[in-house]
């Protein structure tokens, strides 16, 4: 099996909804000495950060993605949560005295949002070095690089470009707070970069580069469009479209990026071809969309297939069937992973 790294943040979510609005309890001549609790009706916790979302991805459908991030003293359920799901936490730096990071939201009637984010274990991943993890495992045929701890990220891609290890650019939220010189060095070096359209316009805006620059930089460049699928940009050739996959009913659209990639990857790492890879993250995408959180979706194998079947035709589901592996039957059984 391809060893593939997912160097990306972990991180928990809690979200909170209060039933009443926000601007009622703000005096606009009193902000300077603002003070205010709010009563929240409901609390959910989740289980989320950039690298945790796309390990569960492709742990669900059969890899062993080697999750390379930080997180802190409790991330023991989180970590039994990922294992159990195929995904190998060995490299995860635990902090001795920072909690995991955690984004804290309180919503209230008119969809106003109140959100902290705590960083805290996180901005350790810095301190991890990609090389021990390669040793252990027996090398890294691939590394992807995504939002963490700009720091760590400038670590990783330094580290991916100076020892050979291939890898893949996708900075997502970082490309909003970070400047031109800091996404140009996660980018140069990639074998691939993904983005979201609207990403793809920012990067190009920050670094200063047009597209035929990141072509000649980036062999391969995957935008996705959310509803309107997604474009690969292979350099030299032409743009290949991939529409969306049918989705039943849409319920919260949190996770569908992590879940693209985490499809994507696991095609790729599977030996399929790129337009292969990005429907089966297309199909993993809307079955994120179908539920509510970023690790919620339970996958049964023969729904993957006829979704694949339904919007790519049967010959697209024929290719992608063999590389399929889902432990999930119809009956809710599920079969022990077959080691790597
Ligand atoms: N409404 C939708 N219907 C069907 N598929 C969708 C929809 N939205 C997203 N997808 C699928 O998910 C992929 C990624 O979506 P999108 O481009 O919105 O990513 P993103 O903006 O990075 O998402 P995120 O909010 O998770 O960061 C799309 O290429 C598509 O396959
Ligand atoms: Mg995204």
């Known amino acids: 099996m391809q060893k593939t790294a997912i160097a990306a943040s972990i991180a928990t979510d809690h979200l909170m909804t209060f039933r009443g609005r926000f601007a009622d309890s703000l005096i606009a001549e009193q902000l300077d000495r603002i003070s205010v609790s709010f009563l929240a009706e409901e609390l959910h ?38 294992e159990r799901h195929g995904v190998d936490c060995e490299s995860v730096r635990i902090s001795d005295s920072l909690h995991t990071a955690r984004f ?16 805290g274990a996180m901005a350790e991943a810095r301190e991890i070095e990609l090389q021990p993890v390669a040793e252990r ?28 290890f291939r890898f893949i650019a996708d900075p997502s939220q970082q490309l909003a707070y970070g ?9 140069e070096g990639a074998e691939y970069l993904l983005t979201n359209e609207y990403e793809s316009h920012l990067t190009e805006q920050k670094t200063g580069w047009s597209a035929a620059d990141i072509a000649a930089l980036v062999p391969v460049r995957v935008i996705t469009r959310g509803k309107d699928g997604a474009t690969i940009h ?15 009913n849409p319920a919260d659209p949190t996770g569908v990026g992590d879940a693209f990639r985490a499809g994507f990857i696991t095609g790729l790492a599977t030996g399929l071809n ?25 996958l049964d194998r023969g729904a993957f297939l006829q979704r694949i079947a339904v919007t790519y035709g049967d010959d697209a589901a024929a290719e992608i069937d063999p590389h ?4 999930r039957s119809h009956d809710g059984s599920t079969a022990l992973p077959v080691g790597p």
Not at 47 to 55: K, S
């Open 234 to 248: 292979v350099r030299g050739e032409e743009p290949v479209q991939v529409s969306a996959a049918l989705v039943e």
């Open 179 to 187: 400047d031109g010189e800091l996404i140009r060095s996660l980018v």
């Open 137 to 164: 495992v027996g090398g890294l045929d691939l590394v992807l690089i995504g939002a963490d701890a700009p720091e760590a990220m400038r670590r990783h891609t330094a580290e991916c470009r100076e020892r050979g």
């Open 104 to 119: 804290v939201c309180t919503t209230d009637d008119d969809l106003a949002q109140m959100a902290t984010f705590y960083a």
């Open 274 to 298: 790129h337009e292969r890879s990005a429907q089966l993250g297309s199909v993993l995408a809307a079955f994120c969309l179908e539920s509510v959180g970023t690790q919620e979706y339970r």
């Open 45 to 82: 916790i989740r289980r989320g950060g950039v690298g945790g979302n796309i390990a569960f991805g492709m742990g669900s459908l059969g890899q062993h993605p080697i999750l390379v991030a930080a997180a802190g003293q409790d991330f023991a359920d989180y970590r039994s949560w990922l």
């Open 324 to 327: 399929l592996v889902i432990h």
